[in-house]
């Protein structure tokens, strides 16, 4: 009996709450139902959007990635912008090939904003070189004597960098070098040209490989500064090492990355390698950009890697965009990526005067 009854109390109990459910339900669709179309349109549009941005913005705080479009920037700048902690100082660095130096060359907002007027409003000291043969200069470095070729299985340059020392193989592309002062609380930003993801260029009795010169550098000249945020772009030279061994590649961008996270980086954004005018029969194929892009990605998700990098995927943004030669973007996308960092920089900015979770060079944990 004290089962059939307790069967019974737990019938009702449900079918108490199923008579509330459809009511609820019932009322719901008669409040809906007395709206006009346009503002049944507007509800259900309101309540996907809410619904799709909590999923979205849920999903994107704990992405490594995001996937960069030029005019609809917002899932980059809100992945970046969640990723990268507020430095005491805001100090970027931006290392790699033409493609970044185009960022500088092309007047975007990174050079304008952050490179440009920023000498106007703190105080800074610029330094650069002035041709491809010049760069110790940039830097205050004397060339490494004797000089040590590079080896082209494993690292570059391969070219008229390997020919000339101390030269680099890319011509018209310069290190644009920017310290400003303790007390500057404006995002400030450099270009140090780094060709491969292993290089020899920039040779010193120090070292010979250009990226322990530049974190060399970098530590000595920021000191005081803390901490920097580092975008970092290669692949389109390094496909000309070993044969075009991709395990080369991603030994050597693993390395770098150390060097980087180790050294003055709080955190490494990695913007992956764009598309060419041209997609087959060259040796910047898509199907090997897709290949060697997703070997760096895996990388940078590795527990390693994970907590400090994230990955700009902009290759599909960049298939069918207009370019100004077979490997180079047009004006108009340097602009666009350009404005994508000087408005994560803004906002860095404001979370670092604030205070917010400001990284020292004695808090990052990288080993």
Request: charged share 25%; proline share 3%; aromatic share 8%.
């Amino acid at each position: 009996m004290a089962t059939n009854g307790g069967s019974t109390r737990k019938g009702q109990k449900l079918t108490g709450m199923f008579v509330t459910i459809t009511a609820c339900i019932f009322v719901a669709s008669c409040l809906h139902s007395l709206l006009s179309p346009g503002e049944k349109r507007q509800s259900n549009v309101r309540t996907g959007t809410q619904l799709a941005g909590v999923v979205t913005k849920s999903a994107a705080s704990n992405a490594t990635r995001c996937t960069y479009q030029p005019r609809d920037q917002e899932d980059c700048i809100f992945a970046l912008t969640n990723r990268i902690p507020p430095t005491k100082h805001n100090h970027w660095g931006f290392f790699g090939d033409s493609h970044m130096s185009h960022l500088f060359r092309d007047r975007s907002a990174i050079f304008t904003e952050h490179y440009e007027a920023v000498q106007k409003k703190c105080s800074c000291q610029a330094s650069q070189s002035t041709d491809r043969c010049n760069q110790h200069a940039a830097y205050g470095f004397k060339k490494r004597d004797p000089w040590e070729k590079s080896n082209t299985n494993l690292e570059g340059p391969v070219g008229y960098g390997r020919e000339t020392d101390g030269c680099t193989d890319l011509s018209g592309h310069i290190h644009r070098l920017l310290q400003c002062d303790v007390s500057c609380s404006e995002p400030f930003a450099s270009y140090h040209l780094v060709e491969f993801a292993r290089d020899v260029e920039l040779q010193t009795p120090e070292s010979r490989y250009t990226q322990e010169n530049v974190m060399s550098y970098l530590r000595r000249e920021t000191e005081s500064l803390g901490k920097m945020t580092c975008a970092v772009g290669t692949l389109y030279h390094d496909v000309k090492l070993g044969g075009g061994d991709e395990a080369v590649y991603l030994a050597n961008v693993r390395w770098y990355l150390g060097l980087l996270l180790r050294g003055p980086c709080s955190h490494v954004v990695w913007i992956g390698a764009p598309a060419r005018s041209q997609e087959v029969g060259v040796p910047q194929s898509i199907d090997l950009l897709k290949k060697w892009n997703g070997g760096v990605e895996d990388i940078l998700r590795s527990t390693e890697f994970r907590a400090f990098t994230t990955f700009v995927d902009q290759l599909e943004a960049t298939r069918g965009w207009p370019h100004r030669d077979a490997v180079h973007l047009d004006e108009t996308y340097s602009k666009h990526l350009g404005e994508l960092f000087s408005k994560v920089m803004a906002t860095k900015r404001d979370e670092s005067s604030n205070g917010k979770g400001v990284v020292s060079s004695e808090s990052q944990s990288f080993t």
